[in-house]
């Protein structure tokens, strides 16, 4: 059974033409005019775009004494519905837990899936079992590694940990992605609020201002480059851990930053709201910022020292988000996104001209499929790719509500935002998931999608390459250390 879309224009990160789709055995077999198909998909006035990947999900995740309320089944519905076709999760040990171990829960998870998934690997410990595990992780397809630098006593690594976790990943030729804040400031700002007596959402934010991520980002990558490996910062949210990113760029280094639609289109004023909930509902980490860090992330996309946009969807309801009544650093840290990242980033970025379509391709698909080493079998509209493909309807409107969403919590942080552009057609490597908005996903469609290590940008230039070999030097009067 062959699917032809037909009379669209296809919109990639860097071309824009008018052409048909050819769809059989769940990839694309041609790209040209007057194709036919046994099924025709009308795309008239439409855009057809590699379907979104969303490189920062945590479904069904245990955290802060609960687990995320969307797992693989609502996640990944969330995810098509909104014309996202692959998510990219994190399998998390807990502290002692081998990766191989974790990696088994993680598979268990997704036998729901809709879409196309693949994980990245978290190191939340160090020790001889981690570093041997890495290799056989990489093995299994999976090429990138978590480090968390917050959450002290829980998930965090130290400097010592990350630099030889680091170093195991440029050998193995993977990638290290790190939560960039500095967990013993957030830690002991947190600690000193609660005893000033703040313990509501707001003091959320006030115990991790920008510079926390500024400063973190900027070690994480001063250690990438000793270690002689690329690095990928998530949820950029500040304009400090932009300047660091952009310096690093600058000098040559492979950095890549990733900002959240939630911190590109919601500010910090939703945490002064005098409804609890509304405020909690929105705590994440890193928090929600004011206009200026805003605008910086803004024109790191249209400029390209930022490159990715996620969710780091983490879903909890508002009755989890209640175990921190009396105590913020209670509150489950995490929001919604998934469903509505796509709309978001079209209608605050496309529709006011902060980006271009294909600036919108990239950022939503094709650059993360490359730096995460699935290109083109994802984002890309080419012969040979996998279908995921979006049909984007630019006149589509519509007014977000909690109501009709996909995700399994009782509310959204978008919630009555307007949306101009959105999916007429979402296709699931050939199947297709969304029919003129409605869900015609299949359970269990979605397949672990392998990334190999070693890619063309799984090398940094390393600006220490002694550090492999260390040379002693002798001195008049003191012997030479190490061998
Ligand atoms: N931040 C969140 O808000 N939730 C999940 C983990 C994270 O880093
Ligand atoms: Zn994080
Ligand atoms: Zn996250
Ligand atoms: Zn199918």
């Known amino acids: 059974m062959s699917t032809v879309i037909k009379n669209g224009t296809i ?37 057809v775009m590699p379907g979104g990947i969303d490189p920062h999900t945590h ?5 802060m004494g609960t687990y995320s309320a969307d797992d693989f089944d609502s996640g990944t519905r969330a995810a098509l519905a909104g014309g996202t076709t692959m998510v990219v999760d994190f399998a998390l040990p807990s502290p002692g837990q081998g990766l191989l171990d974790a990696l088994k829960i993680w598979d268990n ?8 998934y693949s994980f990245h690997m978290a190191v939340t410990w160090w020790g001889e079992q981690v570093f041997d595990e890495m290799k056989a992780v990489t093995e299994r397809g999976i090429n990138t590694f978590k480090h968390f630098m917050a959450y002290k006593g829980a998930l965090m690594v130290n400097d010592d940990e990350m630099f030889a976790s680091f170093r195991r990943c440029a050998e193995l030729g993977a990638i290290p992605l790190v939560h960039a804040e500095n967990g013993d400031l957030v830690a002991e700002m947190s600690a000193k609020l ?3 007596g703040n313990t509501g959402p707001e003091a ?35 304009e400090e851990a932009h300047e660091a990113i952009r310096r690093a760029k600058m000098n040559g280094k492979r950095v890549w930053g990733e900002p959240l639609i939630q911190h590109l289109t919601l500010d910090e004023s939703e945490y002064f709201n005098p409804d609890w909930d509304h405020a909690a509902r929105r705590v994440m980490s890193p928090p929600f910022r004011d206009k200026r860090h805003q605008d910086s992330l803004w024109a790191g996309l249209a400029s390209g020292t930022l490159s990715c946009v996620a969710t780091d969807h983490c879903a909890f309801t508002t009755e989890q ?7 913020f650093t209670k ?7 998934l469903e509505d990242r796509m ?7 496309v529709n006011t001209g902060r980006i271009t379509m294909n600036e919108f391709v990239a950022v939503t698909s094709t650059n993360i499929a490359k730096i995460m080493n699935c290109y083109p079998k994802k984002g890309a509209v080419l012969v040979g790719a996998d279908a995921d493909l979006v049909v984007w309807d630019p006149e589509k409107e519509k007014t977000i509500s909690a109501k009709a969403q996909q995700s399994a919590i009782d509310y959204n942080v978008f919630e009555g935002k307007t949306v101009k552009g959105l999916p007429r057609y979402v296709m699931s490597r050939g199947h297709v998931a969304v029919t003129d908005g409605a869900l015609t996903s299949v359970e269990g469609h979605g397949k672990f999608v392998a990334r190999a290590p070693g890619t063309p940008v799984g090398k940094a230039l390393s600006t220490w390459k002694a550090l492999t070999n260390p040379r002693p030097v002798a001195r008049a009067g003191i012997p030479a250390s190490g061998v």
């Open 204 to 238: 959320h934010a006030y115990s991790r201002p920008s510079q926390v991520e500024g400063e973190a980002t900027n070690r994480a990558i001063m250690i990438a480059d000793m270690a002689g490996v690329p690095l990928y910062v998530v949820h950029t949210s500040c």
């Open 194 to 196: 609660l005893a000033e």
């Open 321 to 327: 988000k209640r175990f921190g009544v009396g105590n």
């Open 343 to 349: 709309p978001m980033l079209w209608t605050y970025g």
């Open 331 to 337: 509150i489950p840290n995490g929001t919604g996104g």
């Open 109 to 116: 998870k997704t036998a729901r899936a809709h879409c196309d």
């Open 11 to 47: 919109v990639t990160a860097d071309l824009t033409y008018k052409s048909d789709v050819l769809v059989e055995d769940g990839q694309i077999i041609a790209i040209g005019h007057g194709l036919k198909g046994d099924t025709v998909l009308d795309a008239t006035g439409c855009y």
């Open 59 to 63: 479904l069904e995740m245990p955290f």
